[in-house]
């Protein structure tokens, strides 16, 4: 194995692999320095890029060539040299680079949280809340798209997308047969399934988990409750398909399964796709094991009243083990 | 030695974009000198010592770019020409490949046998329709007469050209967009690294050139490189195809040799003949839409009071703060009548027309900035329009993947920069705004 890189990330040090970037050098360190990515998903070939929402500063290009880089770079395309020296957050320009990208994101953007499936786990709403400026200055009118179904289970909400292409690349790499794409240009590009045809595949439903906004929904789902009144639980499934995982979340509302996603890491990528049949038919509690509760960030609006003790979740009241999980988060989380 | 016409010296002989006729004024020789006694690392070093830099745009020196150009095993290398032109203000490849094909057909043979190519392309805007048309009836009069195809003169060596037009975008002049086009995809720009040298054209090593540069290899070729370094001022060698327009006399394709005075291009007889109906010079776009623009006396003088030359470092001179670029050579001319305003909004239309929607700045910031010139043009603008205007391009410089926005933020910024009294002016009195540029004096409604 080659010698690992030294790199300092808001004067941290850490030693990576060669050929690892910046963003995931700093995933790697942790905690605040880690930049914010839109369109990054390490999953997925391509994808990263255009959202410049991870733009740092290399101030140091590497020990052997000292020199800054002359312009902000997008961390996560660009790799780590050997003694390479990056700002983040310590650094004003990314800062104020950066609250320019997230102005940029909404000005188009409908901002209709009160009605979107997305609210409460959109990366969007938590870009903006930790990276944006209070107000807009933008004063006109809003860029606008009709919703369109693809397939009976997706529905594409353009108006809210925010380009990452993501899907696009799932609709490439994870699905067969690929009919999802870009079409027209600049700020009329609208992700298309060529004239509205519907995805109909094994795998389609993974574009509804990489979308970091409320543009690619679960039609199953929709409007039937807010996401912080669900209570999330690690379950899996022996699936008969063999690309899929059948590792899932299972998404509560009392004895109900209201949704089924795959499961999200803390920087809103899934641990691994899954099957439609999963996803979307597989809505009763004894198609599987359950687990135990699901982590959730404690910052997330989601980890609100999640492990509370008095209306525990049906599923886990009738199972010691399970009872016994969640009592440890919930005093976990109340320490 | 003002006035040395090198790619168009013989542009008025009959029947010069003929193989017949070009061939008989002494075209192709470079072929037959390159390849019968020369090897192609020879042609690159000419190509080097002639201090030829990139005519599309950028400026960079060619030698240097091709000596990048990565040659590992058993993997084909490819040379395209950049013939997209769509830069507003620029015309001066369409001029050359319609009066004189075989000029960049022969460069382009040349070219590809110094980097080891043997099957190259030139991606012509999809609008030059006709031109293709010139140009395969051209490659067909090549091939017929051996310069193209297999064993070219005997050597050994193969070439196949092919054009292929575009669709449409101006972004697919950006040379991985237009690659990605080529390869029959959406011309999205490829994020860099890895560079076109490295992984350009089907992945491999691709070197991306315009056609001017293309068809100056020939006569460096034919001439050496030292000698072609005489020609121009300093770091700017040769000669170079200016596109004239906007208010001048005699707008047109100019033929100069670099460090020619901009007073001496805009106002002899040999060049643009001065300011149409005698008016006085108010600006000048120096090198294309996507260069800053400068006032009559900043264009005609640096800052240092020196005479402004139509050079690379001349033109440069002031930096950003009261310099501008030479660009592709887009020389636009605006009278003391024409309205900055109005001229800064439709240059922002087009970037935000052509903007290909992969980066957010670029994407949203491109619409922003057009809404708000949009606005103040039409007399609804606020006083601080101005200032949003200069953020949102500082917004967008420098933060995405591709020049096109710093291209589509350089001309407001720099339009602010030196006109920032035009800007208030229409803030503080839209009426005669509205008088001068449309000769109507009631606001009217803006339809956004
Ligand atoms: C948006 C955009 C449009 C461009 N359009 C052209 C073009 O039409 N023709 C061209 O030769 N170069 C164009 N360029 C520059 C090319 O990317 C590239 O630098 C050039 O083809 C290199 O050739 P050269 O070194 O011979 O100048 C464009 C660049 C950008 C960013
Ligand atoms: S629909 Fe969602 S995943 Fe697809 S490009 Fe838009 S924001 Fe990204
Ligand atoms: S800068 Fe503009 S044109 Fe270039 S890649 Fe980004 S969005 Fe596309
Ligand atoms: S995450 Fe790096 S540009 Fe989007």
Redesign the pocket.
């Known amino acids: 194995m080659a010698d690992k890189i030294k790199v300092t990330i808001d004067g941290q040090h850490i030693e990576v692999e060669p050929g690892t970037t910046i963003l995931n050098a700093a995933r790697q360190i942790g905690g605040e320095s880690v930049p914010p990515a839109m369109?990054y998903y390490s999953k997925l070939k391509g994808s990263g890029g255009k959202c410049r929402t991870c733009l740092v500063k290399v101030s140091k290009g590497s020990e052997k060539d000292p020199r800054p880089m002359p312009k902000l770079v997008a961390s996560c395309q660009t790799q780590v040299m050997d003694g390479m020296e990056v700002e983040n957050m310590t650094s004003p320009e990314v800062l104020e680079a950066r609250k320019g990208v997230v102005e940029m994101l909404l000005i188009n953007h409908p901002l209709d949280c009160p009605v979107c499936d997305q609210a409460g786990e959109c990366d969007l709403q938590n870009l903006a809340y930790e990276h944006g400026a209070a107000g807009t200055r933008y004063e006109f009118e809003r860029r606008k798209f009709n919703k369109i179904n693809i397939g009976d289970k997706i529905q594409?909400h353009?108006t809210?997308?925010?380009?990452?292409?993501?899907?696009?690349y799932t609709a490439d790499q994870i699905t067969d047969g690929r009919v999802h794409g870009i079409l027209n240009r600049g700020d009329k590009a609208e992700?298309s399934t060529y004239i509205a045809q519907a995805i109909d595949n094994d795998f389609s439903g993974n574009?509804i988990d990489?979308?970091?906004?409320g543009?690619?929904t679960d039609k199953t789902f929709r409007f039937k409750n807010r996401v912080w009144f669900t209570k999330p639980v690690d379950a899996h499934r022996d699936c008969e398909n063999p690309k899929c995982s059948g590792k899932v979340v299972l998404w509560y509302k009392g004895e109900e399964v209201l949704r089924v996603t795959g499961r999200k890491d803390q920087y809103g990528e899934v641990e691994s796709f899954i099957c439609n049949t999963c996803r979307f038919d597989k809505k009763k509690t004894n198609d599987w094991v359950i687990e135990g509760p699901r982590q959730i960030e404690d910052t997330s609006v989601i980890s609100s009243n999640h492990y509370e003790m008095e209306h525990m979740l049906p599923v886990v009241e009738k199972d010691p083990e399970l009872m016994e999980q969640n009592q440890k988060m919930f005093h976990k989380k109340i320490q | 030695m003002a006035g040395k016409k090198i790619l168009l010296e013989h542009i008025d002989v009959p029947g010069i974009n003929t193989y017949e006729v070009y061939r008989k004024m002494g075209g192709y020789r470079s072929v037959e000198k390159a390849i019968k006694s020369m090897s192609p690392d020879d042609v690159v070093e000419e190509v080097k010592k002639s201090g030829l830099r990139g005519r599309g745009g950028a400026g960079f020196p060619t030698g240097m770019k091709w000596s990048f150009l990565a040659k590992p095993e058993g993997r084909p290398r490819y040379l395209v020409c950049n013939a997209d032109e769509s830069e507003p203000g620029t015309f001066k490849d369409r001029y050359l490949m319609e009066k004189i094909p075989h000029a960049l057909i022969e460069g382009m043979i040349t070219s590809s046998y110094a980097l080891g190519a043997n099957t190259s392309y030139i991606y012509i805007r999809g609008e030059y329709f006709y031109v293709l048309r010139i140009l395969e009836k051209a490659i067909a009069e090549a091939y017929a007469n051996g310069f193209l195809g297999k064993n070219i003169l005997g050597s050994g060596y193969d070439l196949d050209l092919y054009v292929h037009p575009g669709a449409g975008a101006y972004i697919c002049g950006e040379e991985t967009a237009l690659l990605e086009s080529l390869e029959g995809k959406r011309g999205n720009p490829r994020i860099k690294p890895p560079f076109p040298a490295v992984a350009g054209l089907y992945a491999c090593p691709t070197v991306v050139n315009n056609v001017e540069t293309i068809a100056a290899v020939a006569p460096i070729v034919n001439m050496g490189g030292d000698e072609y370094a005489k020609i121009g001022v300093g770091r700017s060698t040769g000669t170079k195809l200016i596109s004239a327009g906007g208010h001048l006399n005699r707008p047109g394709v100019y033929e100069i040799e670099l460090g020619v005075p901009v007073e001496e291009f805009i106002y002899s007889d040999e060049y643009c003949g001065g300011i149409k109906n005698g008016k006085k010079l108010k600006a000048v776009v120096a090198g294309g839409s996507s260069v800053p623009i400068l006032p009559a006396n900043l264009i005609l003088k640096t800052a240092n009071n020196e005479q402004r030359l139509m050079s690379y470092e001349s033109l440069a001179d002031g930096g950003f703060v009261s310099g501008t670029m030479l660009g592709s050579g887009g020389f636009i001319a605006f009278d003391e009548d024409s309205c900055i305003v109005r001229n800064t909004w439709n240059f922002a239309r087009f970037y935000h027309h052509e903007s290909c929607g992969q980066c957010s700045p670029c994407r949203e910031g491109t619409g922003w900035m057009e809404k708000i010139l949009h606005r103040l043009e039409y007399g609804h603008g606020k006083m601080s329009d101005i200032d949003l205007l200069v953020d949102v391009s500082k917004k967008i410089e420098g933060n995405t993947i591709c020049p096109l926005g710093d291209a589509a933020a350089w001309p407001v910024a720099s339009a602010i920069r030196h006109f920032r009294d035009e800007f208030e002016w229409h803030v503080n009195e839209p009426k005669l705004c509205l008088e001068r540029n449309y000769g109507i004096s009631q606001k009217h409604e803006v339809v956004m």
């Not at chain 1, 997308?161 to 899907?167: M, P």
């Not at chain 1, 990489?210 to 906004?213: D, G, I, L, R």
């Open positions: 369109c594409l353009m809210r997308c925010i380009l990452c292409y993501r899907c696009v992700i574009v990489v979308c970091p906004v543009a690619l």
